[in-house]
């Protein structure tokens, strides 16, 4: 049995398209060259105003919609996995039905025009294969059985395949390469399954004038022989990552977004002992919550606390806060608000309410201050905001 990728336009499949009511079957396609529906497969099930509406979905999203395959006859082919899809897809362009786009019912008529472009150029990766009836029905078998869904980036590289594809698997889908430990330290997922690859492209490509997707980066380069762009991009990153944080790799490191991480902040110096110091308090200090955060916080300077997702004063402890001060200022005949208190407008004598009042560190979180009652400052809110995120 023989075998063969092929790579098809939405148009081209869909040329001739013909949808039977009657018997519910999407009948012809490629000009007639393609039976859409033998006599042995099932009727037409994805009229369901949910599987049909999802596959134009995918298209307008610009998502792959999964291996399609053909048996050829030798007179012509025959759908053997993928009926369903190419059915809606036939339907649609044909006026059978309506999707929601922008609020609206739109038949594909009514699309505007880039989007009707974009289904009809839509490619779809079509392995047709041929052979005796008893090798074809074994392989629908299989594919039916074993079928392991392609990931993104297995269907990118069969459809860019070609002499860049080769040698970048051969760099970073290759379990036993020696970096590969090593780069697990940053990069998540499984090399086997193309995952370090997609993330080395998504890199190259977002560093690209102007950014570029996997996809067009991939599409641009298809016919390289060599893979120096992506090799030594990637290696910058990496490269750049172990001499800003010297350290063993906490775990929390895998999986950032270090291309960008990269992109911001590769220009500025830094002092590789006190970001270890500081990554490590912060890394260890209970208020964070974010510890992926830690990172990105000490390469920007550390004046986005946001990105720690620090824990901040409960209820019970604000009432509790604002109980005292609120308790000492009647007493003395001053605000509540220390900060009013010592002005010397009409404010520094005002008694806020708690709902107009902010909870602050008195020894700044970002100096070590604790996330608790005897750290803990009611500040009125115009105060307040005027200290700035510390
Ligand atoms: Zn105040």
């Known amino acids: 049995m023989d075998t063969n990728l092929r790579s098809y336009t939405v148009a081209e499949v869909t040329d001739g398209f013909i949808y039977n009511e009657l018997e519910a079957k999407g009948l012809y396609g490629l000009a007639g060259q393609l039976v859409i529906q033998p006599e042995y497969q099932r009727n037409y099930i994805y009229n369901d105003g949910k ?52 609020g609206r019912e739109q038949t594909f008529g009514s699309l505007p025009e880039e989007d009707r472009d974009r289904i009809l150029g839509s490619e779809l990766l079509v392995y047709v294969c041929s052979g005796t009836e008893a090798e074809i029905k074994e392989w629908f078998q299989t594919i039916n059985i074993a079928g392991v869904p392609l990931n993104a980036q297995e269907l990118r590289n ?50 690209q004038s102007p950014p570029q997707h996997i996809d067009g980066y991939m599409a641009a380069h298809r016919a390289d022989t060599g893979i120096q762009g992506l090799k030594s991009y990637f290696a910058s990153v990496i490269d750049w990552i172990d001499s800003v944080f010297v ?42 919550s974010s510890k992926k955060g830690v990172f990105e916080y000490v390469l920007g300077g550390e004046e986005d606390p946001r990105l720690l997702d620090v824990r901040i004063f409960d209820r019970a402890t604000k009432q509790q806060a604002y109980n005292r001060q609120t308790t000492e200022a009647n007493a003395k005949g001053t605000s509540n608000c220390p900060l009013c208190a010592h002005g010397s407008n009409a404010n520094a004598t005002r008694i806020y309410k708690l709902t107009e009042m902010e909870a602050d560190h008195v020894a700044a979180w970002s100096r070590g201050g604790a996330t608790t009652l005897d750290n803990c400052e009611m500040l ?5 905001r005027s200290k700035g995120n510390r």
Not at 161 to 183: D, I, Y
Request: glycine share 8%; proline share 6%.
């Open 51 to 102: 599987r049909d509406v999802a596959v134009i979905d995918s298209l307008l999203k610009g998502y792959p919609l999964g291996l399609i395959y053909f048996v050829d006859t030798g007179s012509n082919l025959e759908v053997l996995d993928g009926q369903q899809r190419i059915t809606s897809v036939g339907r649609f362009v044909t006026g059978k039905f309506a999707i929601k786009r922008a």
């Open 158 to 207: 069969a459809i860019y395949s070609g002499p860049f594809v080769t040698a970048a698997k051969a760099e970073f889908s290759n379990s036993r390469n020696a970096h590969q430990q090593k780069w697990s330290a940053y990069v998540k997922g499984d090399p086997k399954r193309q995952e370090v690859l997609q993330e080395a492209l998504s890199w190259v490509g977002a560093a």
């Open 247 to 288: 350290s063993v790799p906490d775990p929390s490191m895998r999986g950032l977004e270090w291309g960008r991480l990269y992109e911001t902040y590769h220009g500025r110096p830094y002092h590789p002992t006190n970001v270890d110091e500081r990554v490590q308090q912060l890394l260890s200090d209970p208020a964070v």
């Open 380 to 384: 009125c809110i115009p105060h307040n």
